[in-house]
Nanobody, 114 residues
Framework: QVQLVESGGGLVQAGGSLTLSCSAS????????MAWYRQAPGKQRERVAI???????SYAPSVKGRFTIARNDPKNTVHLQMNSLKPEDTAAYYC????????WGQGTQVTVSS
């Protein structure tokens, strides 16, 4: 059974930074494309960043240049460094594989005040 545990969210002022972490179990982590997703109230969940098994990354245009995804395969963890945060980044953030497994973690809330 896939288990995903996200952490590191919080309340931050616009322009600030946060680092999210995700611990994964129940999957062959090192062979998977991993991703961070987010869902704002009243909006559909969207993918913000992905990282392939070899470290290749891709970002949504809205976060490119501000967010950095990284993975640590021996520890089965994936991280999202978020800089220059904007109020529109406010959302619950989730990690999952890409394409996503049907099981999702509880997410971690990021709130950016203006």
């Amino acid at each position: 059974q896939v288990q995903l545990v996200e952490s590191g969210g919080g309340l931050v002022q616009a322009g600030g930074s946060l680092t999210l972490s995700c611990s994964a179990s129940g999957i062959i982590f090192s062979g998977n494309i991993m991703a961070w997703y987010r869902q704002a109230p009243g909006k559909q969940r969207e993918r913000v960043a992905i990282i392939g098994p070899s470290g290749t990354t891709s970002y949504a245009p809205s976060v490119k240049g501000r967010f950095t995804i990284a993975r640590n395969d021996p520890k089965n963890t994936v991280h999202l460094q978020m800089n220059s945060l904007k109020p529109e980044d406010t959302a619950a953030y989730y990690c999952n594989s890409f394409p996503p497994d049907e099981s999702w973690g509880q997410g971690t809330q990021v709130t950016v005040s203006s």
